[in-house]
């Protein structure tokens, strides 16, 4: 009987506020280290936190844009532990009471299809410093700017099956919590961090079994790598006749390695209590609707949206929703005046590579993308000079039609011209001028072919077989 694997998912999120959870400081990554700092993310005696009302105002859109229910009350708790990034020896958190309970993310597995991962909860929270292990030889230093920045937990249900679905379920996530605008969800730079809980169980069984939990995961390649190393280790352990303890482990992607943590420090015990320094968090009805009129349309509605508006197939649909903003480049070049199809066409081809390569910029402006597309379908420029006319407009801007005739890409639908071409390759290829007369008339597109080229690639294409036809007829 083979193995069942079962994961579930906590997520850090980093909120994109301005100012820390709960003191002015400033939220900025990257800034000279230990300089936004205070009394109150210092943890100093005395000083009083104070709720960022823009953090929460996030992490409620972020809830009810994965259908979850925001709760008028909530908690805040201590949570206790002991860290040298943790200068208060707590960090405030949500523990009983979180912010909002329920929700879900539909995303596509890739063996199951489009699937639900249940949302169990989601709670704000405030970010620990950061122990910066390479910057000194010997010691260890720490950074406490990112001490107190404002995150959302996002906890899932025991419900991926596979290290790709726990992948794909993180990175549909990160597309509803770009669009909304919460986060800009960056593995790399840790403003998306994920624990990964793992177990693993004979198929067919339905108790779950015993889980360890995964750390130390920065890039979405990394959590299949780390899942897939877990899951092999718990049933290499039980096959030979083991038992999975339930500890932490860490993912060591130098070595493409997981190993547990040193127990020393890990086995919380994390002694929750609710926070004195802050009453519940009382958030009234109307303020929680307002959070909802002001969620954007989200990518599934988005994508349902335009397979109907513009007849696009649902891949298609989701490539060119992938995030927002391609989404609205695609909108505007239809708004523009292009062909919806034509559009979609250069948008999921030449736009996307050429934004692959240039840091995800869209170097062409929509409007420009447009008359482009014009220019093709009323016969001005071939596809294929259509193609060189877009790189020239992506490095060095301008008119579409005055590039396309500085360029000389203008198609030739002048009668005379295009007739002096075809005569031309019509005098140098009499063997299969003869052999089409014999009735081979698929050469026809041969002919086509020769002409093109002769032209290089100017000629009317309408205009060409045309002319040849009444040439051989
Ligand atoms: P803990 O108390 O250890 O934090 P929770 O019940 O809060 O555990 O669950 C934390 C995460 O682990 C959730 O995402 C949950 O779905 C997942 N999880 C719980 N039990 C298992 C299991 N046996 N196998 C895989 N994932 C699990
Ligand atoms: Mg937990
Ligand atoms: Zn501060």
């Known amino acids: ?141 720490l950074d406490l700017n990112r001490t107190g920045v404002p995150l959302i937990e996002i906890v899932t249900g025991p419900d991926f099956r596979s290290p790709q679905e726990a992948r794909a379920y993180l990175q549909t996530l990160k597309q509803v919590l770009e669009y909304i605008g919460v986060s800009d969800c960056d593995m790399e730079k840790g403003s998306l961090r994920v624990d990964a809980n793992v177990s693993v169980r004979r198929k067919g069984e339905t108790a779950l079994g015993t889980k360890s939990e995964v750390k130390n995961i920065n890039s979405f390649a990394y ?47 994390y002694r929750y209590f609710p926070e004195p320094d802050l009453p519940p968090l009382v958030l009234g009805p109307e303020w929680i609707a307002e959070q909802q009129a002001l969620l954007p349309e989200l990518p599934a509605a988005k994508r349902e949206r335009f397979v109907a508006q513009y007849v696009l197939s649902r891949e298609h649909a989701a490539v060119l929703t992938s995030s927002r903003t391609v989404a609205d480049y695609y909108e505007s070049t239809v708004h523009a005046g292009a062909d919806a199809k034509a559009a979609a066409n250069w ?42 006319v877009f790189a020239e407009l992506a490095a060095k801007g301008g008119d579409p039609r005055t590039v396309a005739e500085a360029l000389g890409l203008v198609q030739v639908a002048d009668m005379g011209v295009v007739a002096g071409w075809v005569s031309e390759v019509l005098g140098t290829h009499t063997a299969e001028v003869a052999r089409y007369k014999n009735g081979e008339t698929k050469l026809i597109q041969f002919f086509v072919g020769q002409v093109m080229k002769v032209s290089r690639g100017k000629a009317d294409p309408k205009l060409v077989p045309q002319l040849l036809k009444e040439r051989l007829g």
């Open 223 to 269: 959590v299949e790598k780390a899942l897939g190393l877990e899951r092999d280790r718990q049933i290499a352990l039980l096959e030979s006749g083991g038992l999975v303890v339930q500890q932490t482990m860490l993912y060591d992607s130098k070595e493409n390695a997981v190993r547990p943590q040193r127990s020393k420090e890990e086995s919380h015990d």
């Open 347 to 388: 948008v999921m081809t030449e736009v996307l590579a050429d934004a692959k390569e240039h840091d995800d910029r869209l170097r062409v402006p929509p409007v420009s993308l447009a008359q482009l597309i014009a220019l093709i379908q009323g016969g001005t420029v071939s596809h294929q000079a259509a193609k060189r």
């Open 1 to 141: 009987m083979g193995w069942e694997t079962v994961i579930g998912l906590e997520t850090h999120v980093q909120l994109r506020t301005v100012s820390k959870m709960f003191c002015g400081c400033s939220a900025a990554f990257g800034a000279q280290p230990n300089s936004n700092v205070c009394p109150v993310c210092l943890g100093l005696p005395g000083a009083l936190p104070v709720p960022n009302e823009q953090a929460l105002k996030l992490a409620v859109r972020a809830a009810l844009a994965l259908g979850g229910t925001v709760h008028e009350k909530s908690l805040f708790a201590r949570k206790n532990y002991f860290y040298p990034d943790l200068p208060k020896g707590y960090q405030i958190s949500q523990f009983e009471q979180p912010l909002a309970t329920g929700g879900s993310v539909s995303y596509l597995s890739p063996d199951r299809g489009m699937v639900d991962a249940t949302v169990v909860r989601l709670h704000v929270e405030e970010d620990a410093g950061k122990s910066l292990h390479d910057r000194f030889p010997k010691g260890t230093a």
